[in-house]
């Protein structure tokens, strides 16, 4: 893992050999990256990382059966993950067995942090759990993606995070906190939903000497029947073109309601997907979307035999491969 890093702190990444959609086709976006190499997650001169989020749905809640699970994910799309997401609330221990088994492999690890209140965090009283996350995180010793409080700006969140001045505060505060015990081998992902940038996502952004990786969450939307993914993303990309920083699709699904299309879904994906500035995108291959969810909000791809086949062309594109992991038959 620690030899995918790069030896410069600003990389200048051009599109390169690896091949680019129509959307990023004659672009060189200047990408800089500021975390250690070496030390913490740093986007690879050419391609995109690919992870996914695997629900054990087929196996208990259990540490085994979440390590089961992204074995299972990865035998179906013929390839190792280069990232393995995972969730955690705000004060939930970290790491468990999962994210040991993670952590001492030749994957990544993500954690998806949740936040509490944000005018607690302001106030201090939260300290505690942000010192004790970061000592947990800098002891792995292993580069780490953290996404914290990620689709802040969703009206879902609005109770806990207030406004977009509390929000950024709380982001400062925690990754000060984080500097002053000297955690240096995480990467700060920021990351609302794509549909959050065609009105106000942007007045929660941190700023670009806070954020290592911007980031969006990017699904089709319950109130369309059907809709690709280029049209999805379009405002965050438009966004991101202003920010030199590497950009990850945090999650992204397409739903069970696309049926048949799910498959011609994935391949359009594919195609978006490879844009000179996109650096790492995971799959959220789950079905719990809550109490009285539709297949339109179900993405796992389980039992659907096309669309696992076109997400394996995906996952096995050498533009998603930049690791050069053995594909396997």
């Known amino acids: 893992m620690r030899g995918r890093a790069t030896a410069a702190v600003v990389l200048a990444l051009s599109l390169g050999l690896m091949g680019c959609s129509a959307s990023g086709a004659n672009v060189k976006p200047d990408i800089q990256s500021t975390v250690r ?13 690919f992870g996914a989020w695997v629900n054990p749905s087929q196996a208990t809640f259990t540490q085994e059966g979440r390590i089961q699970s992204v074995l299972d ?32 492999s030749n994957r990544y690890l993500m954690l998806s942090w949740n936040g509490t209140d944000t005018k607690l965090i302001n106030s201090g009283s939260e300290d505690r759990i942000i010192r004790e996350r970061a000592r947990a995180i800098k002891a792995t010793r292993k580069p780490i993606f953290l996404r914290w ?16 001045a509390d929000y950024i505060a709380a982001w400062k505060r925690i990754r000060a906190i984080f500097r002053q015990l000297g955690v ?57 073109k202003a920010h030199p920083r590497p950009v990850m699709v945090g999650e992204f699904g397409v739903p069970r309601s696309y049926g048949v299309r799910r498959a011609e879904w994935l391949r359009e994906a594919a195609e978006t997907l490879q844009n000179p500035q996109i650096k790492a995108v ?13 297949d339109k909000t179900q993405f796992s791809l389980e039992g659907d035999q096309n669309a696992m086949s076109a997400m394996r062309e995906l996952a096995t594109l050498p533009y998603f491969n930049p690791r050069n992991v053995p594909v396997r038959s």
């Open 149 to 164: 409080q990620w689709e802040m700006e969703r009206p879902n969140a609005r109770q806990k995070i207030h406004s977009p």
């Open 282 to 294: 995971l799959y959220f291959d789950s079905d719990m979307a809550g109490k009285g969810a539709d």
């Open 184 to 240: 240096d081998n995480v990467a700060w992902v920021w990351c609302p939903t794509a549909k959050g940038f065609s009105s106000n996502a942007g007045d929660y952004y941190p700023g670009d000497d806070q954020v290592d990786w911007v980031c969006a969450d990017v699904y089709p939307g319950h109130e369309y029947e059907y809709r690709n993914l280029s049209e999805a993303i379009r405002p965050f990309l438009d966004w991101a």
């Open 37 to 49: 190499p070496g030390v913490a997650p740093t986007p690879p001169p050419r391609g995109a990382y």
């Open 73 to 104: 994910f990865e035998k179906s799309i013929g390839r190792e993950l280069d990232i393995v997401h995972t969730y955690r609330t705000w004060d939930q221990p970290f790491p468990r067995a999962a994210d040991n088994a993670v952590l001492n």
